[in-house]
């Protein structure tokens, strides 16, 4: 069993940046594909990017991109999503999640976390 806990969501203004961070509990953390999904009240879990096994390739959705960079420390079993120029839509609760497969939907994702809010005001 793979436990995940994200850390590091908060509030901050507009044009702001903040970086989470996605713990995990085992040492296979190395063998996953890792990506992190965020949810706004009343809308659909949507896919924000995610980082191959090696931590050597990345895809992002297309409203992060050239914002957001994710990046993972194996020896640490730790992901992590920086977030720049921040903007009030970016809003929502954040989810790390890791996948033996390396996709997008998050139907591919057996382990989730427990979720961080990140706040933007404008």
């Known amino acids: 069993q793979v436990q995940l806990v994200e850390s590091g969501g908060g509030l901050v203004q507009a044009g702001g940046s903040l970086k989470l961070s996605c713990a995990a509990s085992r040492r296979t953390f190395s063998m996953t594909t890792m990506a992190w999904f965020r949810q706004a009240p009343g809308k659909e879990l949507l896919f924000v990017g995610r980082?191959?096994?090696?931590?050597?390739?990345?895809y992002y959705a297309d409203s992060v991109k050239g914002r957001f960079t994710i990046s993972r420390d194996n020896a640490k079993n730790t992901v992590f999503l920086q977030m720049n120029n921040l903007k009030p839509e970016d809003t929502a609760v954040y989810y790390c999640?890791?996948?033996?497969?390396?996709?997008?939907?998050?139907?591919?994702?057996?382990?989730w976390g427990q979720g961080t809010q990140v706040t933007v005001s404008s």
């Open positions: 999640a890791a996948s033996k497969y390396s996709d997008s939907a998050p139907g591919s994702y057996d382990y």
């Open positions: 980082i191959t096994k090696s931590g050597g390739d990345t």
